[in-house]
C-alpha cells in the first residue's frame, strides 16, 4: 500500500503541459474527422441526386 503519510500532495504543483498538449492533440483530430465525414456525407448526397 502507498504510504501517504511522507508525501504531501500541493494543489496545483503539478506540471500539466503534456497533458494539455495531449489534450490539444485530441480536440484538434476530432475536429477534423468531424470536418472529414461531414465533407464525406455532402458527398455522397450530392453524388446520389
Do not use: C
Not at 496545483?12 to 480536440?27: L, N
Request: aromatic share 10%.
Amino acid at each position: 500500500m502507498a504510504d501517504h503519510a511522507t508525501t504531501e500532495y500541493k494543489p496545483g504543483s503539478m506540471d500539466i503541459r503534456e497533458q494539455e498538449k495531449t489534450f490539444a492533440g485530441f480536440v484538434r483530430m476530432s475536429i477534423w474527422t468531424v470536418a472529414v465525414v461531414i465533407v464525406i456525407l455532402v458527398f455522397m448526397a450530392l453524388a446520389n441526386s
